[in-house]
């Protein structure tokens, strides 16, 4: 498994963890991955946080031509960029 840390402009962070189990003797698999990101970006008021999941197990029999894998990915993100598109203030 691993665990990595990114930082970049405009308060942009990334953090992600990943862990692999390869093949056991008797065929199946692991893989997962957890990520969250978040920033203040680039133009104001376009801020967000967003959150990944990635999981798959997978089987693959000894002596077989077949495997049977199954996936789950999710992608959450929260930020201000629809708020600030229907938001109007009078100038006024």
């Known amino acids: ?3 990595s840390q990114m930082v970049g ?8 963890a990943s ?6 003797e008797s065929g199946w ?3 997962v991955l957890l990520s969250k990101w978040s920033g203040n970006g680039y133009i104001n008021n376009t801020s967000g ?5 990635f999981t798959a197990i997978g089987y693959a ?7 049977l894998n199954f996936s789950f990915f999710l992608f959450v993100a ?3 960029i629809f708020y600030d598109l229907f938001y109007f203030q009078d100038a006024h």
């Open 61 to 67: 029999p000894e002596g077989s031509k077949h495997e």
């Open 49 to 53: 946080e967003g959150f990944n999941y």
């Open 29 to 31: 698999a692991t893989s």
């Open 1 to 3: 498994g691993s665990i």
């Open 9 to 16: 402009n405009n308060g942009y962070s990334k953090t992600v």
């Open 19 to 24: 862990y692999n189990s390869g093949k056991s």
């Open 78 to 80: 929260l930020n201000n």
